[in-house]
């Protein structure tokens, strides 16, 4: 919409054109029609009324069509930027190939609306080509048939000048109310979506506090907040807990004001500071993230960087606190994503600061350090904190706590005359917390790439102020796309011929009239249907290169298109870190938009005009080669000014376009991280400055666009009219030894060629600038696929040098995995991330990955989806080297479930199986298999009985546990909406347990989650791997020891290397550096026990 629709509305700045300068020009022209042939000019304007009301009623279907488009263009770019912003999800589970072919769907749904558009606008061309020339022949009809005149040279050619007039304004009128009414749906549906928008609600200023209050995340949402009464401790620490899904987030985002209030009152200050639990970055430095638009105090800045323990991963960064947090921050690892949304908050000066379990994401140590240096200073002095937690040692220290269950407050308990004391590492972890061991450290699976260099995170440079080659060479590529060479052939074809009747019309008009005046007595009906005949071959010649050229550009944006999205999802994890959103969708939206809607007309014209030039050029130098003067002398003009116009245009379209994706990318993290800066007092309108801002910049590349236009137009008019003042003179000199006709002739011929010569360099000049977006999209086309590096890959069950198969048909069967001195990279050059790793994991084992931060486990379990470098060394599946194995078939025979759980829109049932490929039994028995764990409730399929559903729902309410937020199969929601962060999370279990993959891997996936919830999941994997067959094997990067302690194996890593391999009974007994890290937990008890 901020593209599509804003664009629309700028391409109809030109319409004064239509209110004053066409009806004044129509008018004129008809007038001297009038003056010229007397009443036959009434019947040319009957029909030429006819032919407007026809493209007016044309024009209203077109408005209509118009809008579907414009509807189908938002569901594709709303389906692209979901996949963007998941693209770690997709390529996780190898969906890459559903994720294409449903924004190829949107995408045919799309087209078929804009087929019926360009089929609209085709008439419209053909009504306004066709109408001009029916109104030319009666009038020559009317003249020489019914009046029985005579028709001189000089009243036909000045009838065909007027006419030629009429019908280029005619067209210049429907172009530009095209644009109007497209401008028009435009404004309906901006005016629609405001409509549509709710109001943040404004709570009134006053303490901190809730008052039977009882709130939806949405209008739609079944799960609510019910009779909430909280007086938060005004300057002190207010904890919130609870199970997974029991509204802890909807109570932060309720005090925002952020979900519909159905009762109650809030009250609140009005500045507040939001750390939300998934951290909110801009694709800025880490600096400017931290201040958020808000003055900087260098030492209160170096002090909540101390107290966030920031201090030592600023000095690991390649470049400090000035290093680019990318999009969403994916430069940085999770800790450290949720200490600088943490430090943001603190940085601030808000009264209230509310922190969403901000220490699920940290380590003990960490943990133990920020609530030393944060909670237990004066940092928070004053200051009303409410923070979510799931630690209870924290919330033991609380001022007041809030424990909510099911929606509603189970327990609000003031602690009074507490004081907050440090901790040490060991009492952080000696109980059942959210906290996680120290082998994690927030490394979530992405860590920093070593290889990064500094310059280019700060300062990347705009790859689209580079230009790509010349316009001739891209216009090639761009026509070969059209279709078959023989369709191309046709096409140029037809406009070869078809140009060659204007000055043929011309020509033949001459010698009628010529002969005329020589023979009255001429066979006029002869030389009337030859007339006649040339006219319906232009009207008819002209129109079809015109249909082709448009069905061709069709055909081209079609596949164009479908190798974009191809070659986007192909593209390796690493090209999304350093390509912000915005740019890429304004590849999908403004450039292919071009490509859809400006190419195939320009291509068209600049041929049509290219061969017109020609064949006039020839038609003046063989009839009086001295009006080839001033046709010469306006070809240099048109020459030199078109150049000096295509150096400055195709650099301001360049400008143009790079200026425009920074806005995208801006709206885009500002939607993103709305419910932070809404909840800061005056940010909405610094955010909103910032986007003007950028919004200025782009109107201003847009302007000394339009601008260079209209220098182009001047100059050029200019030449045209000194060159009809040229050719007029010529012809006054030449009236004596001419005949008139032919005078008529290289007269309108010298005038229709100045005529062509503009429109031609304009056309060339505005084709050139809009090949910028189709050399945009040809260097997307060209980008490394993730397996391009490697050898071609084997097909499954194809023979290798032996004769065996390289990938055995029904490969894997079994879960084993060995590491045979495996080194591993992020890039190819780059230094090795880990170093001579051999292992072996047995099919059915269920092994824990431990270690401290940056020790390399979640780059051994990437390791096993090739999302890294292997550069030496062999990592074998099932017996199958996986360098062997094509990316996308590993991926689909691999289930990971990640620290960050992903929906995507849809219904439960599509989130579970996208393919479709499984039962819908098989898929309600995996969500039936989480019916323990307290935090997702659920409902059973709208399908099935409905007794036994009103039965169990009878049931509920009457014992009063009526579950939060049932869903069934069917039920739809918007990327994870309505579900709490843990419900996500069961969600993610069962789309892994429904894979039934032979390899599980767990990266932290319950690191987010309540002590009762993780381990409820940890008996379902265990369940699920025991009664696998001994096929099925589980891999956990481990956040709680106490959950691996009944793992078949623990593997401990430091620094890139394996240093303890063994069961946890072993590797404790051994009394190495296992032991160290038990003793140093909670779990002592645990693991002496075996």
Same mark, same amino acid.
């Given at each position: 919409?901020?593209?599509?629709?804003?664009?629309?509305?700028?391409?109809?700045?030109?319409?004064?054109?239509?209110?004053?300068?066409?009806?004044?020009?129509?008018?004129?022209?008809?007038?001297?029609?009038?003056?010229?042939?007397?009443?036959?000019?009434?019947?040319?304007?009957?029909?030429? !009324?006819?032919?407007?009301?026809?493209?007016?009623?044309?024009?209203?279907?077109?408005?209509?069509?118009?809008?579907?488009?414009?509807?189908?263009?938002?569901?594709?770019?709303?389906?692209?930027?979901?996949?963007?912003?998941?693209?770690?999800?997709?390529?996780?589970?190898?969906?890459?190939?559903?994720?294409?072919?449903?924004?190829?769907?949107?995408?045919?749904?799309?087209?078929?609306?804009?087929?019926?558009?360009?089929?609209?606008?085709?008439?419209?061309?053909?009504?306004?080509?066709?109408?001009?020339?029916?109104?030319?022949?009666?009038?020559?009809?009317?003249?020489?048939?019914?009046?029985?005149?005579?028709?001189?040279?000089?009243?036909?050619?000045?009838?065909?000048?007027?006419?030629?007039?009429?019908?280029?304004?005619?067209?210049?009128?429907?172009?530009?109310?095209?644009?109007?009414?497209?401008?028009?749906?435009?404004?309906?549906?901006?005016?629609?979506?405001?409509?549509?928008?709710?109001?943040?609600?404004?709570?009134?200023?006053?303490?901190?506090?809730?008052?039977?209050?009882?709130?939806?995340?949405?209008?739609?949402?079944?799960?609510?907040?019910?009779?909430?009464?909280?007086?938060?401790?005004?300057?002190?620490?207010?904890?919130?807990?609870?199970?997974?899904?029991?509204?802890?987030?909807?109570?932060?985002?309720?005090?925002?004001? /952020?979900?519909?209030?159905?009762?109650?009152?809030?009250?609140?200050?009005?500045? !507040?500071?939001?750390?939300?639990?998934?951290?909110?970055?801009?694709?800025? *430095?880490?600096?400017?993230?931290?201040?958020?638009?808000?003055?900087?105090?260098?030492?209160?800045?170096?002090? !909540?960087?101390?107290?966030?323990?920031?201090?030592?991963?600023?000095?690991?960064?390649?470049?400090?606190?000035?290093?680019?947090?990318?999009?969403?921050?994916?430069?940085?690892?999770?800790?450290?994503?949720?200490?600088?949304?943490?430090?943001?908050?603190?940085?601030?000066?808000?009264?209230?600061?509310?922190?969403?379990?901000?220490?699920?994401?940290?380590?003990?140590?960490?943990?133990?350090?920020?609530?030393?240096?944060?909670?237990?200073?004066?940092?928070?002095?004053?200051?009303?904190?409410?923070?979510?937690?799931?630690?209870?040692?924290?919330?033991?220290?609380?001022?007041?706590?809030?424990?909510?269950?099911?929606?509603?407050?189970?327990?609000?308990?003031?602690?009074?005359?507490?004081?907050?004391?440090?901790?040490?590492?060991?009492?952080? =972890?000696?109980?059942?917390?959210?906290?996680?061991?120290?082998?994690?450290?927030?490394?979530?699976?992405?860590?920093?790439?070593?290889?990064?260099?500094?310059?280019?995170?700060?300062?990347?440079?705009?790859? /689209?102020?580079?230009?790509?080659?010349?316009?001739?060479?891209?216009?090639?590529?761009?026509?070969?796309?059209?279709?078959?060479?023989?369709?191309?052939?046709?096409?140029?074809?037809?406009?070869?011929?078809?140009?060659?009747?204007?000055?043929?019309?011309?020509?033949?008009?001459?010698?009628?009239?010529?002969?005329?005046?020589?023979?009255?007595?001429?066979?006029?009906?002869?030389?009337?249907?030859?007339?006649?005949?040339?006219?319906?071959?232009?009207?008819?010649?002209?129109?079809?290169?015109?249909?082709?050229?448009?069905?061709?550009?069709?055909?081209?944006?079609?596949?164009?298109?479908?190798?974009?999205?191809?070659?986007?999802?192909?593209?390796?994890?690493?090209?999304? *870190?350093?390509?912000?959103?915005?740019? !890429?969708?304004?590849?999908?939206?403004?450039?292919?938009?071009?490509?859809?809607?400006?190419?195939?007309?320009?291509?068209?014209?600049?041929?049509? =005009?290219?061969?017109?030039?020609?064949?006039?050029?020839?038609?003046?130098?063989?009839?009086?080669?001295?009006?080839?003067?001033?046709?010469?002398?306006?070809?240099?003009?048109?020459?030199?000014?078109?150049?000096?116009?295509?150096?400055?245009?195709?650099?301001?379209?360049?400008?143009?376009?790079?200026?425009?994706?920074?806005?995208?990318?801006?709206?885009?993290?500002?939607?993103?991280?709305?419910?932070?800066?809404?909840?800061?007092?005056?940010?909405?309108?610094?955010?909103?400055?910032?986007?003007?801002?950028?919004?200025?910049?782009?109107?201003?590349?847009?302007?000394?666009?339009?601008?260079?236009?209209?220098?182009?137009?001047?100059?050029?008019? =200019?030449?045209?009219?000194?060159?009809?003042?040229?050719?007029?003179?010529?012809?006054?000199?030449?009236?004596?030894?001419?005949?008139?006709?032919?005078?008529?002739?290289?007269?309108?011929?010298?005038?229709?060629?100045?005529?062509?010569?503009?429109?031609?360099?304009?056309?060339?000049?505005?084709?050139?600038?809009?090949?910028?977006?189709?050399?945009?999209?040809?260097?997307?086309?060209?980008?490394?696929? /993730?397996?391009?590096?490697?050898?071609?890959?084997?097909?499954?069950?194809?023979?290798?040098?032996?004769?065996?198969?390289?990938?055995?048909?029904?490969?894997?069967?079994?879960?084993?995995?060995?590491?045979?001195?495996? *080194?591993?990279?992020?890039?190819?050059?780059?230094?090795?991330?880990?170093?001579?790793?051999?292992?072996?994991?047995?099919?059915?084992?269920?092994?824990?990955?431990?270690?401290?931060?940056?020790?390399?486990?979640?780059?051994?379990?990437?390791?096993?989806?090739?999302?890294?470098?292997?550069?030496?060394?062999?990592?074998?599946?099932?017996?199958?080297?996986?360098?062997?194995?094509?990316?996308?078939?590993?991926?689909?025979?691999?289930?990971?479930?990640?620290?960050?759980?992903?929906?995507?829109?849809?219904?439960?049932?599509?989130?579970?199986?996208?393919?479709?490929?499984?039962?819908?039994?098989?898929?309600?028995?995996?969500?039936?298999?989480?019916?323990?764990?307290?935090?997702?409730?659920?409902?059973?399929?709208?399908?099935?009985?409905?007794?036994?559903?009103?039965?169990?729902?009878?049931?509920?309410?009457?014992?009063?546990?009526?579950?939060?937020?049932?869903?069934?199969?069917?039920?739809?929601?918007?990327?994870?909406?309505?579900?709490?962060?843990?419900?996500?999370?069961?969600?993610?279990?069962?789309?892994?347990?429904?894979?039934?993959?032979?390899?599980?891997?767990?990266? /932290?996936?319950?690191?987010?989650?309540?002590?009762?919830?993780?381990?409820?999941?940890?008996?379902?994997?265990?369940?699920?791997?025991?009664?696998?067959?001994?096929?099925?094997?589980?891999?956990?990067?481990?956040?709680?020891?106490? *959950?691996?302690?009944?793992?078949?194996?623990?593997?401990?890593?430091?620094?890139?290397?394996?240093?303890?391999?063994?069961?946890?009974?072993?590797?404790?007994?051994?009394?190495?550096?296992?032991?160290?890290?038990?003793?140093?937990?909670?779990?002592?008890?645990?693991?002496?026990?075996?």
């Amino acid at each position: 919409m901020i593209s599509s629709d804003i664009d629309a509305i700028f391409k109809a700045r030109d319409i004064t054109l239509i209110c004053v300068a066409t009806p004044l020009n129509l008018s004129i022209s008809i007038f001297g029609l009038y003056r010229l042939v007397g009443w036959p000019s009434l019947v040319a304007a009957s029909i030429l !009324v006819v032919s407007l009301l026809s493209s007016l009623y044309t024009a209203r279907a077109m408005a209509r069509a118009q809008l579907k488009v414009r509807d189908a263009q938002d569901s594709r770019i709303s389906l692209v930027s979901e996949d963007l912003s998941l693209i770690k999800a997709i390529k996780y589970f190898a969906w890459e190939q559903y994720a294409s072919d449903k924004i190829q769907a949107a995408r045919r749904f799309e087209q078929k609306y804009i087929w019926k558009h360009v089929v609209l606008n085709t008439i419209i061309s053909v009504l306004n080509a066709s109408f001009p020339y029916v109104a030319l022949l009666s009038i020559f009809v009317t003249r020489v048939m019914i009046q029985k005149k005579p028709l001189p040279a000089s009243l036909a050619f000045a009838t065909v000048g007027l006419i030629k007039n009429i019908r280029n304004r005619l067209n210049m009128a429907s172009f530009l109310s095209r644009n109007v009414t497209a401008a028009m749906i435009a404004f309906k549906r901006l005016d629609g979506y405001y409509g549509r928008c709710q109001p943040l609600q404004q709570h009134p200023l006053g303490p901190l506090q809730i008052r039977g209050g009882s709130f939806a995340p949405s209008g739609s949402a079944s799960f609510k907040l019910e009779d909430i009464t909280v007086d938060f401790v005004e300057g002190g620490l207010n904890t919130v807990t609870g199970p997974s899904g029991s509204g802890k987030t909807t109570l932060l985002l309720s005090l925002l004001g /952020e979900t519909v209030q159905e009762g109650g009152r809030v009250t609140r200050p009005k500045d !507040v500071g939001y750390a939300p639990q998934t951290a909110w970055l801009q694709n800025d *430095t880490i600096k400017n993230n931290i201040i958020l638009e808000e003055a900087f105090e260098p030492a209160r800045y170096r002090r !909540v960087v101390q107290c966030c323990c920031l201090e030592f991963d600023f000095d690991q960064l390649p470049a400090g606190d000035e290093t680019i947090a990318g999009e969403n921050g994916t430069t940085l690892s999770g800790g450290q994503r949720a200490r600088v949304s943490l430090a943001r908050a603190f940085y601030s000066k808000a009264p209230v600061l509310l922190l969403d379990d901000i220490f699920s994401a940290l380590d003990a140590k960490t943990a133990a350090g920020i609530w030393e240096h944060s909670f237990c200073s004066d940092l928070l002095k004053g200051r009303t904190v409410v923070l979510v937690t799931q630690v209870p040692w924290i919330a033991a220290q609380s001022d007041l706590e809030v424990i909510l269950s099911n929606g509603q407050t189970q327990s609000v308990e003031q602690h009074l005359g507490v004081t907050r004391r440090p901790v040490s590492v060991e009492i952080a =972890l000696a109980t059942d917390s959210g906290l996680r061991d120290g082998g994690n450290g927030g490394e979530n699976g992405k860590p920093v790439p070593p290889t990064v260099e500094k310059d280019r995170s700060v300062d990347a440079v705009d790859a /689209e102020m580079r230009a790509r080659g010349a316009a001739r060479r891209i216009y090639g590529k761009y026509i070969a796309y059209w279709g078959h060479p023989i369709f191309v052939v046709i096409c140029i074809a037809t406009l070869v011929i078809g140009a060659a009747t204007i000055p043929l019309g011309n020509l033949w008009l001459a010698k009628w009239t010529e002969d005329g005046e020589q023979n009255p007595d001429i066979d006029v009906p002869y030389y009337l249907s030859i007339y006649c005949a040339i006219i319906a071959a232009e009207v008819v010649m002209s129109n079809i290169p015109l249909i082709m050229s448009k069905y061709g550009g069709w055909v081209a944006a079609r596949t164009i298109h479908a190798q974009l999205v191809q070659s986007i999802m192909n593209a390796p994890l690493s090209w999304f *870190t350093e390509i912000p959103v915005g740019r !890429v969708l304004n590849r999908f939206s403004r450039d292919m938009a071009s490509l859809d809607n400006n190419l195939p007309y320009l291509a068209n014209m600049v041929l049509w =005009l290219g061969i017109s030039l020609v064949y006039r050029l020839l038609a003046i130098s063989s009839v009086l080669p001295i009006f080839a003067v001033p046709s010469t002398v306006v070809c240099v003009i048109g020459v030199f000014v078109g150049e000096m116009y295509t150096r400055t245009g195709v650099i301001l379209r360049r400008l143009d376009s790079s200026t425009q994706s920074p806005v995208f990318s801006q709206f885009v993290d500002t939607l993103t991280g709305l419910a932070v800066v809404r909840a800061r007092e005056g940010m909405p309108e610094k955010f909103g400055m910032i986007l003007m801002e950028r919004l200025l910049l782009w109107s201003t590349a847009a302007e000394s666009l339009y601008n260079a236009n209209r220098w182009v137009a001047v100059r050029i008019d =200019l030449a045209t009219s000194l060159v009809t003042l040229g050719a007029g003179i010529i012809a006054l000199a030449k009236a004596d030894s001419t005949p008139a006709g032919l005078i008529g002739f290289s007269l309108a011929n010298a005038t229709g060629l100045s005529q062509t010569i503009i429109f031609l360099v304009r056309s060339m000049n505005d084709l050139e600038i809009e090949l910028q977006s189709f050399d945009r999209l040809q260097e997307y086309l060209e980008l490394k696929s /993730e397996d391009a590096s490697d050898d071609p890959l084997p097909e499954e069950g194809a023979p290798d040098s032996e004769g065996g198969p390289v990938i055995p048909l029904n490969w894997p069967q079994n879960g084993e995995i060995e590491f045979q001195d495996v *080194t591993i990279r992020y890039e190819d050059k780059g230094p090795d991330i880990l170093s001579n790793i051999n292992l072996k994991l047995r099919s059915g084992e269920r092994v824990a990955v431990v270690g401290r931060t940056g020790s390399g486990k979640s780059t051994l379990v990437l390791s096993l989806l090739r999302f890294t470098h292997i550069a030496s060394g062999k990592i074998l599946f099932n017996g199958v080297d996986i360098s062997k194995v094509p990316r996308r078939r590993l991926r689909q025979a691999v289930t990971i479930i990640p620290q960050e759980p992903v929906l995507f829109s849809g219904t439960v049932g599509s989130n579970l199986d996208p393919t479709g490929s499984v039962p819908e039994e098989t898929l309600q028995n995996v969500i039936d298999s989480t019916k323990t764990i307290a935090s997702f409730q659920h409902r059973r399929s709208s399908r099935e009985s409905s007794d036994s559903e009103e039965s169990d729902t009878s049931a509920r309410q009457q014992e009063g546990t009526e579950p939060p937020g049932p869903h069934t199969l069917e039920s739809g929601f918007g990327a994870g909406e309505n579900f709490s962060h843990g419900q996500r999370q069961v969600l993610s279990l069962c789309r892994a347990l429904v894979r039934k993959s032979n390899l599980m891997l767990l990266d /932290e996936a319950t690191a987010n989650m309540d002590h009762e919830t993780d381990r409820a999941i940890q008996e379902i994997l265990g369940r699920e791997v025991e009664g696998g067959d001994q096929n099925r094997t589980l891999v956990t990067i481990a956040h709680r020891l106490k *959950t691996i302690f009944n793992y078949d194996k623990v593997v401990v890593m430091a620094e890139g290397k394996i240093i303890e391999t063994g069961s946890p009974g072993d590797l404790y007994q051994a009394q190495g550096v296992f032991y160290e890290m038990v003793e140093h937990s909670g779990d002592r008890d645990v693991f002496r026990a075996l």
